[in-house]
């Protein structure tokens, strides 16, 4: 029998781009990095993939709450806040992150992509849903949202579910947000960007941004999911970095970079919070997060808010690591921890990444639908892991993989 049409039509498309080599497997590895990682055919590796930027996963205190939760608790609430999932350790956990933020109020999801689905489509859509099944005021106005060109798919993801006219601004073009924002005067208006861009490592153009939205009457969501526990002498991610910390009304924040774990996290005013905890899908219809996941996060939480130290290693080897590139005349985009280094095709890219294998360091091959198909590269993300001797030995694998492949001084240059 013959496969649906649907299927074969997947299959060809399956077919077309496995001859290609734009579908390669994953790649697999035995261990977590530490930074050091085992890949199955035993070799071992420096992992510069890893969104774990302070190595916080490894921490003995975080694996010991995780633990002991886990014996506390079991592994899983199995079910949604509202339907008996409401672990009092949840609770804890959004009043430290809400604290940890300087917000009033704070809603964890079980995943950061399940935090930007719930925030922006919730923020949009919960007082139409509220009017729809409890007959409370209507809203004025058809709602818009407008996001940033380059945000994160989860952002696009929320948009799309919600009934909001979507709309993209240019990158950090805060002239473009501001004809787009007055074309819709009067009609609830959010904008949304991303604190670090996840792909590419730079910054929002945050003061800017927020002098618009203001003048507009927008609210701003900024999902800081890189931000969190990199920037800022507090930790408290890209506001704080930026001296606009009081200005942002809503954020979004993901327990699995920086904190080492798995989660997301939605911080706002209580009224807002508690609307979206009632009408969002991403946190009403989905099972809370784990027990051992919650203290962990708690546990992780405390080493960001009294270790400064262990962001400035990160940042020492930040760094160091830019200063290297730049000397090889290579000056990728951003200032942190994110260093994206193009190659243009996805298999120029994967070929960087097996020579750099080769030379013992991972560093993942990004293709689409991350990234735009002429704009493939490498993603290098550094951590407080790593020490001078790894970072030292990355910049002479990539200073090799430049001799071969010429494209890579090229584009980024
Ligand atoms: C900017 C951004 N937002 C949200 C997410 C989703 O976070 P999580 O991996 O915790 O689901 C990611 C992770 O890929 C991200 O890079």
Request: aromatic fraction near 4%.
């Amino acid at each position: 029998m013959s496969a649906p049409t649907l299927l074969a039509d997947l299959h060809t498309a399956h077919d077309w781009l496995a001859e290609r080599g734009i579908l390669p497997p994953e790649q697999r590895s035995e261990t977590l990095p530490t930074p050091y990682v085992r890949f199955p055919d035993g070799r071992s590796v420096v992992s510069f993939c890893s969104n774990n930027y302070l190595g916080l996963n490894h921490r003995t205190e975080v694996k010991a709450a995780a633990v002991a939760a886990l014996r506390e608790h079991s592994h899983a609430t199995s079910e949604s806040r509202r339907l008996g999932g409401n672990l009092a350790l949840l609770e804890r956990l959004e009043s430290d992150l809400a604290a940890f933020k300087n917000r009033p109020a704070c809603m964890i999801t079980a995943t950061g992509l399940l935090a930007n689905i719930a925030a922006v489509h919730g923020v949009l859509d919960a007082s139409g849903l509220a009017s729809r099944w409890h007959g409370s005021p209507r809203a004025a106005g058809i709602p818009a949202v407008i996001y940033d060109e380059h945000s994160h798919r989860s952002i696009r993801m929320g948009a799309r579910q919600s009934s909001a006219e979507r709309v993209r601004f240019r990158h950090n073009d805060a002239d473009h947000l501001d004809r787009l924002l007055a074309a819709r005067s009067g009609r609830p208006l959010l904008v949304v960007t991303e604190g670090v861009f996840s792909m590419d490592g730079d910054l929002a153009d945050l003061p800017p941004l927020l002098d618009v939205c203001e003048g507009h009457g927008a609210a701003l969501l900024l999902d800081d999911a890189h931000g969190t526990g990199v920037y800022g002498t507090d930790g408290a991610g890209t506001p704080s970095h930026l001296g606009v910390a009081g200005r942002v009304p809503l954020q979004v924040a993901t327990l699995s970079k920086a904190l080492g774990g798995m989660g997301g996290a939605v911080l706002g005013d209580e009224r807002v919070i508690a609307m979206l905890r009632t009408f969002s899908s991403g946190y009403r219809f989905t099972s809370s997060l784990p027990p051992e996941q919650a203290a962990a996060a708690i546990a992780a939480l405390i080493i960001v808010q009294t270790e400064p130290e262990l962001r400035d290693t990160l940042w020492g080897n930040i760094r160091h690591f830019r200063a290297g590139l730049s000397h090889m005349g290579l000056h990728p985009m951003g200032d942190g921890p994110i260093v994206p280094l193009r190659l243009g095709t996805s298999q120029l890219a994967a070929k960087a990444e097996a020579m750099l294998i080769d030379a013992g360091y991972w560093c993942v091959a990004v293709a689409p639908p991350a990234v735009p198909p002429d704009s493939c590269r490498i993603r290098i993300t550094v951590s407080a892991m790593h020490t001078k001797d790894h970072v030292d030995g990355l910049l002479n694998a990539i200073s090799e993989v430049t001799a071969a492949i010429p494209e890579l001084r090229r584009m980024n240059q």
